[in-house]
Structures are given as C-alpha cells and as structure tokens.
C-alpha cells in the first residue's frame, strides 16, 4: 500500500493564527500539535485545532501544495476552509 501525505491547516481556538504544514501521519501529528509536544510555531502560537486537510498522491504533490497554501493571503485560506469547515470545527476526533 503506497504511504499516504496530507496538506493541513491548523489554527488557534479564536482563529486568528494559522499554520500549514506536511505530514504522513495525520493523527499523530494534529496530536503533537494539540498536546504542544513540537517546540516551535505551533507550541509558541497555541495552535490546536485542525481545520482543514486534504490528501496528496505523493511526498512531492504535499510538499508543493503546502507552499502553495503558504504563499496564499490570510483571505484565501479562510475561503478554502469555509469550503470544507464553515464552522470551523476540529476535525481531529474525525481521523
């Protein structure tokens, strides 16, 4: 079975910090993030709550589509949120 990447966004409880990042564990990673296990951006900004994902053919196709995502302003990724998760939900306890 070929391994499975994902593209997600994260955000804080109020939904004013996001962050976008690459993982081939999406569990465990929105997990570390949750539980601030990761020192960094995400441990820094309180970011917890996954908002939005979406699942890659490949490492490359994820690593491409989260620059893509990066590169975008703040308005365009809250519209692709709203696409999938108007409410904002944490889609976590989902996976």
């Not at 296990?37 to 441990?43: C, H, P, Q």
């Not at 053919?57 to 709203?82: C, D, M, P, T, Y």
Request: glycine fraction near 6%.
């Amino acid at each position: 079975m070929a391994e499975q990447y994902y593209t997600y966004i994260m955000a804080n409880n109020r939904g004013s910090v996001l962050y976008v990042g690459v993982t081939n564990d999406l569990k465990r990673r929105a997990y570390e993030h949750k539980n601030k296990l990761a020192e960094g951006f995400t441990k820094k900004y309180n970011i917890g709550k996954l908002v939005y994902y979406e699942v890659c053919q490949n490492k490359e196709a994820a690593v491409s589509r989260e620059k893509q995502l990066k590169g975008w302003l703040r308005q365009k990724k809250n519209e692709l949120i709203a696409t999938q998760n108007p409410r904002w939900r944490d889609l976590y306890d989902e996976l």
